[in-house]
């Protein structure tokens, strides 16, 4: 059945890519981060990868592109498997803000200081510094090498351009990290823990390394491909939890009605999302819609939801 759908798919996507490639005149690409602004802003692609390994891709699918905050969800998952529910949820909590991703308006305003959940900025900064390992470099290894088991590439890298160009720019990030540093949120230096974050939003991939990891999601933490056990059932539920009510930052609410995947957008333009027991997927379009996310991007996840019916909800 999965093979029928994914030729129909395959069908479908040229017409979808070209119609839906036009949006990104309306969306603008990130330049916050002064390297990110050389990302084409007219690409779209998109890789989708099944339980017994066939893919469809489409348009600029082998277009590198860094994680940025598609990274946190797997931060979490580390964390999580390295601390336990308890401990991180002492740091972070487990709700929606309804401000933007870098905002720390709500750091000072509500009780008791700790970042509103684990994949707005504040949260994942204060993830980073729950990941296990006796040095900066050990720390940010270990989050590399989760990131290569599960996209089951052994070749993932930063991108040092996009980390040194993000380094030296994050006045708003820092400020946030001292910030919870003061609030007693992050443990260590302040400078390391945002070297561990920055590095892991750094990490280059393309859609078919990002539709890999999210197929072990959609196969509760298991590569249904090799049979192995990557990450336990439970934090994969709560990751997955996480993307459906905050992945999309504040567009998270319309995305659920959509789309309604659990998905993780990312400012280069990345998407991670996923039919759960069924398919993993990677979206690329760095042309940003107002909330942050792939403009082009979001437009072809509709299409193929409402399409094939894919919602959860
Ligand atoms: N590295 C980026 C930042 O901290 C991640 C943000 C994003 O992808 N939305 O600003």
Known sequence: MSAAELDRIEALLPNWLEEKRRKCQYGKVAS?????????????????TDAQGRSVAGGDSRLPFTLQSISKVFTLILALMDNGEEVVFDKVGMEPTGDNFNSMLKLELVQPGIPFNPLINAGAIAISSLIAGSSTTEKSARVLDFLRLLAGNPSLHYDMDIYRSESDTANLNRSMAYFLKDNGVLKGRVEDVLDVYFRHCSVQV??????QMALVLAHDGNNPITGESLIPRRYVQIAKTFMVTCGMYNASGEFAIQVGLPAKSGVSG?????????????VVGPALGRKGNSIAGVALLEALSQELDWSLF
């Open 32 to 48: 916050y981060i002064p390297e990110l602004s050389k990302s084409p802003a007219e690409a779209l692609g998109i890789h989708i």
């Open 206 to 211: 393309t859609c078919a390394d990002l539709a």
């Open 270 to 282: 990345g998407i991670l999302t996923m039919v759960p027991g069924k398919y993993g997927i990677g």
